[in-house]
């Protein structure tokens, strides 16, 4: 790493699942990071347009400077186990994700130890393969504010079922992620799925200090 630059690194979970009205949804559960835990929702609809929904203006700075949206809101963002899933509540989402077994993606994954899968250097040797394999997933690359990005994913479930409504519309049943999102660099599998990930990011010091004041 170079001189001036800093690298921070958050452990979670990203859901990422399309409906049969033309939404695509993607749900970052942040279980540990430099912030403690939180979560974020991505929302691109049929017509392209995305939207973040971020909980606090920390959250939605920090986003906002790594990907790309034509709408930001600030709401609360909660996201909680249910018996067979997830539960996505904000003013603006209800979403309940069913949650089913392990894909052979995740199961090839957990071939490889943790502590390799999620080191950047195996990050960037696995890109390739990735982009052939997973049309629109990049497991490095580039991003706004000098930021470089590494996700290192570790597990791979499989998402069932959803229903829920986007601003008082019904989402529909579950579909492919599909065309892919549209937020950054990299968009979630085409299957729907929960990947347990570890995103590392390098940005220059002088953006942490302007982010965190």
Sequence with gaps: ?????????????????????????????????????FADVMVEDAAGHRVLLAPDERVR???????SFDEHVIEPV???DTSDGWLVSTPS???????????????????????VATAPAWCAAVDPVARVVLRGVRTRGTAGGERREWYGATSVVAVTAIEGEWRGADLGAL?????????????????????????????????????ET
Excluded: H, N, Q
């Design 61 to 67: 700075d920090f986003v906002a400077a790594t990907y």
């Design 1 to 37: 790493m170079k001189p001036g630059r800093v690298r921070e690194r958050f452990t979670g979970r990203i859901a990422g699942v399309g409906s049969t009205s033309g939404v695509r949804i993607v749900v970052g559960r942040w279980d540990d990071g430099p912030w403690g835990s």
């Design 78 to 80: 909660d996201v909680s």
């Design 93 to 115: 989402l209800s979403l309940r994700l069913v949650v089913g077994a392990r894909t052979p993606l995740g199961a090839a994954l957990a071939l490889v130890p943790a502590r």
């Design 175 to 211: 579909a492919p992620v599909d065309p892919p999102c549209r937020f950054g660099f990299s968009s979630t599998p085409k299957r729907p799925s929960v990947t347990s990930v570890v995103t590392t990011i390098e940005r220059p010091v002088s953006l942490t200090a302007r982010v």
